[in-house]
T-cell receptor, first 115, second 113 residues
Framework: EAGVAQSPRYKIIEKRQSVAFWCNPISGHATLYWYQQILGQGPKLLIQ????????DSQLPKDRFSAERLKGVDSTLKIQPAKLEDSAVYLC?????????????FGDGTRLSIL | GNSVTQMEGPVTLSEEAFLTINCTYTATGYPSLFWYVQYPGEGLQLLLK?????DKGSNKGFEATYRKETTSFHLEKGSVQVSDSAVYFCALSDRGSARQLTFGSGTQLTVLP
């Protein structure tokens, strides 16, 4: 089966600019996650979707970050305006459901550098 | 809240050496436990998991046993290979956190030929 697809792989922008990331989960996976992974740290959950509804966005900095999954399939994560501390790898993951026994499958991530 | 503490790295071993990466956790309920591996430039891949106390997860020669009494899930491999060089993450998921994954900070493993 095809894995989780993310684009772009790399993005370099200046602070205060905006950026968007795209994720296409594995076909049939109802649950989609966005994680932020800062260099040297483990991934931190930003937002979790179940189909096209938000399950948890408590750790999403809503003053600058937004995410949507309009048709319950693809998702986009946007940052506007970007800050230096947003430099990180943004990982998308998907799973069949919210059961903890269902593994999350990760994409290769988008590496964001803020100048 | 939930947390995962991993042995600090980096860890450097010679090929065929024995590997242990320590992981302990704090959780409010009865979590499922996972080890993920991240190769350079790639996303995380599930290596193994255990869903209840005393379960042993195993894959590709790696093993970890869910120890409820010591709240631990240490990763072991009897004989590492150069291809095992990667970053290893311990993680937990429980019902109290809507089954979201909480990750440790990762341990960089380098295996030398």
């Amino acid at each position: 089966e095809a894995g989780v697809a993310q684009s772009p792989r790399y993005k370099i922008i200046e602070k205060r600019q905006s950026v968007a990331f795209w994720c296409n989960p594995i076909s049939g996976h109802a649950t989609l996650y966005w994680y932020q992974q800062i260099l040297g740290q483990g991934p931190k959950l930003l937002i979790q979707f179940q189909n096209n509804g938000v399950v948890d966005d408590s750790q999403l900095p809503k003053d600058r970050f937004s995410a949507e999954r309009l048709k319950g399939v693809d998702s986009t994560l946007k940052i506007q305006p970007a800050k230096l501390e947003d430099s990180a790898v943004y990982l998308c993951a998907s799973s069949l459901g919210r059961d903890s026994n269902q593994p999350q499958h990760f994409g290769d991530g988008t590496r964001l550098s803020i100048l | 809240g939930n947390s995962v503490t991993q042995m600090e790295g980096p860890v450097t071993l010679s090929e065929e050496a024995f590997l242990t990466i320590n992981c302990t956790y704090t959780a409010t309920g009865y979590p499922s436990l996972f080890w993920y591996v991240q190769y350079p430039g790639e996303g995380l891949q599930l290596l193994l998991k255990a869903t209840k106390a005393d379960d042993k997860g195993s894959n590709k020669g790696f093993e970890a046993t869910y120890r409820k009494e010591t709240t631990s899930f240490h990763l072991e491999k009897g004989s590492v290979q150069v291809s095992d060089s990667a970053v290893y993450f311990c993680a937990l998921s429980d019902r109290g956190s809507a089954r979201q994954l909480t990750f440790g900070s990762g341990t960089q493993l380098t295996v030398l030929p």
